[in-house]
């Protein structure tokens, strides 16, 4: 187990855009293992490579559903229906909240370790994690989607509701 530093916001390098991974070697599954145990050890539920320093098209997740851990290799989105809105954290923005609208359903693509063409059909949190993690591939941070103003307000208000016991 190895574990890796998660670079915090102003490291330029969450800013830039990873590369397409070409060859899944020995170098790139240690890799997705040490982003494993570093995504487990820091509680998130999702990991980009760029957020350990690496430029590579890299994601694991794992939102506690039937899927388990996912390895994503050069992740893409297919296609996006409808409509969420929920409150998102980033390991690389700590102690920061902020509601994003992302899609209601999300169907992407990846290449799993074994070089097979994977597809998957997310809702609830894997499809909020998914633009997540695909968004810091490109370089864009939560922070720059999230609602602002009296929208914001809104769903800050809606929240609180809901989960008032
Ligand atoms: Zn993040």
Same mark, same amino acid.
Do not use: W
């Given at each position: 187990m190895?574990?890796?530093?998660?670079?915090?916001?102003? !490291?330029p390098?969450?800013?830039?855009? =990873?590369?397409?991974? $070409?060859? #899944? *070697? *020995?170098k #790139?599954?240690d890799?997705?293992? *040490?982003?494993?145990?570093?995504?487990?050890?820091?509680?998130?539920v999702g990991?980009a =490579?760029?957020?350990? /320093?690496?430029l590579k098209?890299?994601v694991?997740i794992?939102?506690?559903?039937?899927?388990?851990?996912l390895?994503l290799?050069?992740?893409?989105?297919?296609?996006?229906k /409808?409509e969420?809105? /929920?409150?998102?954290?980033?390991?690389s923005?700590?102690?920061?909240?902020?509601?994003?609208?992302?899609p209601?359903?999300?169907?992407?693509?990846?290449? !799993?370790? *074994?070089g $097979?063409?994977q597809?998957?059909e997310?809702?609830?949190?894997?499809?909020v994690? #998914?633009c997540?993690?695909? !968004?810091?591939l490109? /370089?864009?941070?939560?922070t !720059?989607?999230a609602?602002?103003?009296?929208?914001?307000?809104?769903?800050?208000?809606?929240? $609180?509701?809901?989960?008032r =016991?």
């Amino acid at each position: 187990m190895a574990l890796r530093n998660v670079r915090v916001v102003e !490291d330029p390098i969450l800013r830039k855009k =990873a590369k397409i991974v $070409n060859k #899944i *070697d *020995d170098k #790139i599954k240690d890799l997705l293992e *040490d982003m494993k145990d570093t995504m487990y050890k820091t509680q998130g539920v999702g990991l980009a =490579a760029n957020q350990i /320093g690496i430029l590579k098209r890299l994601v694991t997740i794992d939102v506690n559903d039937e899927h388990g851990l996912l390895k994503l290799i050069n992740p893409e989105i297919l296609e996006i229906k /409808g409509e969420q809105v /929920g409150p998102e954290g980033c390991l690389s923005i700590p102690e920061t909240q902020g509601f994003v609208k992302r899609p209601e359903y999300v169907k992407f693509k990846y290449t !799993d370790i *074994d070089g $097979n063409e994977q597809i998957i059909e997310a809702t609830e949190l894997l499809a909020v994690c #998914i633009c997540h993690e695909i !968004d810091h591939l490109n /370089g864009i941070l939560f922070t !720059d989607r999230a609602l602002v103003g009296e929208e914001a307000e809104k769903y800050e208000r809606l929240y $609180n509701t809901e989960n008032r =016991a």
